[in-house]
């Protein structure tokens, strides 16, 4: 019968963008979406995306046919490199499996379908803790495959930075054994990261625990700049030997957000079976991924290939990973020096301290609806703001209407 499918809500961030769109003021601001634009606000396509487009419509053995069920194996190995560091023992003792996936959703979906099948050792807990904040879609990936979730402190209202005393805390208590979702780098929606310290002792407590890690990394390169630095928690958490998974997308540090480009990575702990391990693991991925959409798609998969296999074009796409981030230090600069300038009450400092692709600014959800309904401003109710639709030509105004509504 009908009435049996309620009304669901709108997502809150695709509505926010149409929200935006509709609005025709000629002022309006879009700080939602993490989705870089350039100073003129303007999706960018990454230079050395077109070369690798253009390499591919010259190609001519190209086609149209599927990928095998586990993805494009040029993909899959450099994919796993870049994460791990080509020199990885992970990878040399092929402790490592890898799927291409439908981006970084797709990636956390499969590892958490994954793990709501096999990770059920006996009298071991099953609940996935999330960080509170994370990525919205977190909780619905993980609740829509029937694992519990459960959440863990992470962003001191304070210090407007990382409340690492009440996360260990909770990761000490949480039973032994459970899912830990980490952000490798440029955390999802507060741009606060653990120090290289903070991961040691973060890895230390979780191996005490038998913790197991789940990574999500859906920024390498806009955290630092650089793709190595921005791999550090993932290279370390793989030395220290956890058995763990990683979601990985292609989405925002290749600029292909629509072409589903990502991986899920499987590694299993350095022990004289983890090779057979892994190979079983990988063909229970392959039967998953058949059920859910029998292989990924391939042209954002071939860009990328062609880019992370041609130290020509690998150089040129760390540079334009550079020009991102510097785009985004300059405007986090420009913002904090612009409310400063205003004299706003309050402390500015976290809009430089944090880092990635987004600023908590710590507005509160009436704070960001007035800057929506009075200054065209839209940004997500909790506060954060992404910090690529910032530019040139709009920072000063956003500033002054932050300014405003603060002292309202
Ligand atoms: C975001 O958080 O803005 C991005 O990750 C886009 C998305 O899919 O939510």
Redesign the pocket.
Known sequence: PPEVVPQAPEDP?FGLMRAYKADPSPNKVDLG??AYRDDNAKPWVLPVVKKADEILRNDPEANHEYLPIAGLAALLGRAADLLLGPSSPAIAEKRVTSVQTISG?GAVHLGALFLARFYQIQGVNRTVYLSNPT?A?HHQIFTNVGLPIATYPYFSKETRGLDFEGMKASLSAAPDGSIILLHACAH??TGVDPTPEQWRDIAALMKAKKHFPFFDT?YQGFASGDLDRDAFALRLFAEEGFELVIAQSFAKNFGLYGERAGCFHYVASPSPTSAETTTRVASQLAILQRSEISNPPIYGARIASIVLNDPALFAEWQDNLRTMSGRIQDMRAKLRAGLEALGTPGRWNHITDQIGMFSFTGLSEAQVLKLRSDYHIYMTKNGRI?MAGLNSKNVDYVASAVDKVVRE
């Open positions: 961030l979406i993490g959703t990525w879609n999802n929606p859906a992404s």
